[in-house]
């Protein structure tokens, strides 16, 4: 029984990447006495190690199946983010590792379809029973997205209440992107939501890349780990911005 549930737990962190003792104790049912145990057993082997808010899964020679690693920053905002999610809400999940790690936060929302150009996304949501729709196009390697004039017609066709986008820079002159066909498709995917949220880790305030695709005031809200300075903060009060920080949970 012992290591059947270490199998199980094995398998389930590498899937995922990352897991705290919380998620372990409620989804397997066992105490954090337990959890614990299993947690220094499965370290001692050398398949996860401990990691603030919780366990990181260690990459072995033989596995190719990852397309994002868990990253615990990127973690709480997505779960931040999945806080604006509600029943049977559309969303629009862009492409970028931050919304992929926005998924597992969403298991429990019922009658949810995500829409995304994303094959990290799209490979975490088929986890569980999301409607889903994955737009069509050409497939771009660097961003493991969908992308072109196709990608963008097939998104303008649709409606959503909500899209959560990334972004790799955000300056005073605006949301920008390294490439100019993803930041083309965040611009439909912006014009089809009624909401529209910002991703984006403190790494990303400050910096400028070559393509824009949004201002601040074109944004509902923006959500990040860590608060931004204040004259930035400012700007979001006087435009109506929500600025979110997501917690820091207790280790």
Not at 13 to 22: A, D, K, M, P, V
Not at 65 to 86: H, P, Q, T
Not at 121 to 139: A, D, K, M, Q, T
Request: with cysteine; hydrophobic share 35%.
């Amino acid at each position: 029984m012992k290591l059947k549930r270490l199998q199980a737990i094995r398998e389930y962190i590498r899937r995922l990447h990352g897991w705290t003792y919380e998620d372990l104790s409620r989804d397997f049912d066992i105490s954090m006495t337990t959890v614990r145990r299993d947690v220094d057993l499965l370290t001692e082997s050398g398949f996860v190690e401990k990691v603030h808010g919780g366990i990181r899964y260690l990459k072995q020679e033989d596995d190719n199946s990852d397309l994002f690693i868990y990253e615990y920053e990127k973690d709480r905002i997505g779960k931040a983010a999945a806080s604006l999610v509600e029943d049977n809400d559309i969303i629009v999940l862009g492409s970028g590792t931050t919304a992929a790690h926005m998924v597992r936060h969403l298991r429990d929302k019922k009658g949810l379809t995500v829409i995304t150009n994303n094959l990290a996304v799209l490979r975490e949501s088929v986890r569980y029973g999301f409607s889903l729709v994955f737009i069509g196009g050409n497939f771009d390697r660097r961003t493991l997205s969908v992308v072109g004039t196709q990608s963008v017609k097939q998104m303008g066709e649709l409606n959503a209440n909500k899209c959560f986008l990334s972004c790799n820079g955000i300056t005073e002159h605006g949301i920008s992107n390294v490439a100019d066909q993803e930041a083309e498709m965040k611009k439909e995917t912006m014009k089809i939501s009624s909401k529209v949220y910002l991703l984006a880790d403190h790494t990303k305030f400050g910096v400028m890349s070559l393509y824009n695709f949004a201002q601040i005031e074109e944004l509902d809200g923006i959500i990040t780990d860590r608060k931004p300075d204040e004259e930035f903060a400012e700007r979001c009060r006087e435009k109506d911005v929500t600025l979110m920080i997501a917690e820091q949970e207790e280790s």
